[in-house]
């Protein structure tokens, strides 16, 4: 297998929009099959691995981890407006340990170990630069793969609930028109302070918002991100208002602190941001723990996907056994692109994978 480090990865040091127009090519790699049969909210699907939209940017991103053993791949978060990214840094590496959520604030480190904080803003490029985009990218994903796209209201003054409903369920229309097989509504994101990000927080809103995208969406596949949740009384109400409408939730986006740098300054204007990475590990399991607890009491349908911190095949044991119906790595595999070859090798040589009933 290849050196990963010569590997192409979204440059740090670079801009936002360096790295989109900097994708790289899909490259040869050994990837083994995964034992077993696999779905993913009833399509079928080669494996259970997948990856968030955080380093997919565009479709040569997306082609580029379909060809290091990935199989749901989701295409970082657009918009019915275009919108820049954060200025740098936008991944500024932190010292931590696991994470609670009640950890107020972090210093940062040189270098990656493991974790960093997140500052993109969800930017996005025009609808018909990404609608295009999204179509080319599903004609050349080879098959046993699936695209999802992920997409998020973009909150206009005075804007009512309905207005932001409408927009989130335009964009998932504009998704499955331009090929996506699977829909994401982002409901987290703790880099911008308008509630299109803090969704998750507000299961009355998010009610409105999941019937608004299901009736636009019909029958594909539709999944909802969302944050840290630690309270069972939270996540029963959050699943009760949102199980109706959706596939899948995905969890969790991120553990929030704010930033403070070796000089002493904090980062990105005092203001808190995402944290992932290996500090998300233990929490985001808890949390897929807690859902699925609840999932099987109230006797729900919905799936739940796994994200955070995971980096090797025990994480993915360890998500599955836990009630995952899928685990998506990103941090992961944007500082080894090869992760996702490891953990096939991994489970080639190993006892096979459980699924999750």
């Known amino acids: 297998m290849s050196d990963p480090q010569q590997l192409p990865r979204y440059d740090v040091l670079q801009s ?3 790295n989109y127009q900097a994708a790289p090519e899909p490259v040869p790699a050994d990837v083994p ?4 049969r696999w779905d993913f909210c009833g399509l ?5 691995l997948g990856m968030p939209a955080g380093p997919l940017l565009n479709g040569k991103w ?3 981890y379909a060809a290091l053993g990935f199989d749901v791949l989701t295409y970082k ?18 010292v931590t340990g696991p994470l ?11 270098r990656m170990d493991g974790s960093w904080a997140v500052s993109f803003g969800m930017p996005s490029m025009d609808v018909d630069v990404w609608q295009r985009d999204v179509e080319w990218t599903r004609d050349r994903l080879p098959s046993g793969k699936l695209l999802s796209v992920s997409v998020v209201a973009s909150v206009g003054e005075d804007w009512t ?5 409408d927009d989130y369920a335009q964009c998932a229309r504009w998704a499955v028109d331009s090929g996506a097989d699977v829909v994401e509504a982002n409901f987290s994101c703790p880099n911008v302070q308008t509630c299109d990000g803090q969704l998750y927080q507000q299961p009355d809103s998010a009610a409105v918002v999941t019937q608004r995208v299901r009736d636009a969406v019909g029958s594909v596949p539709f999944v909802v991100k969302v944050g840290h949740v630690t309270q069972a009384e939270h996540a029963g109400r959050l699943l009760a208002a949102v199980a109706p409408h ?12 704010t930033v403070r740098s070796t000089e002493g300054d904090l980062l990105f204007g005092g203001q808190a941001r995402g944290i992932c990475g290996a500090a998300t590990h233990r929490a985001s399991l808890s949390q897929t723990r807690l859902f699925a607890e609840i999932v099987q009491q109230r006797g729900d349908q919905v799936k739940l996907i796994g994200v955070g911190g995971a980096s090797h095949v025990q994480h993915v044991r360890e998500y599955l056994a836990a009630g995952a119906h899928a685990v998506h790595l990103a941090t992961a595999a944007m500082v080894n692109p090869l992760v996702g070859c490891e953990i096939r090798e991994q489970l080639a040589a190993g006892e096979p994978l459980a699924a999750a009933d």
């Open 44 to 48: 079928p699907v080669d494996s259970p």
């Open 33 to 36: 099959p995964v034992a077993g």
């Open 77 to 94: 978060t657009v918009r019915s407006v275009r919108r820049g990214c954060y200025e740098r840094p936008n991944l500024q590496p932190v």
């Open 100 to 110: 609670t959520g009640r950890e107020q604030e972090l210093p940062a480190a040189p």
């Open 16 to 18: 936002y929009d360096w």
């Open 161 to 165: 609930l309905d207005d932001m409903a």
């Open 246 to 257: 959706v596939d899948a939730i995905a969890m969790t986006n991120s553990v929030a602190a």
């Open 62 to 64: 997306v082609l580029y």
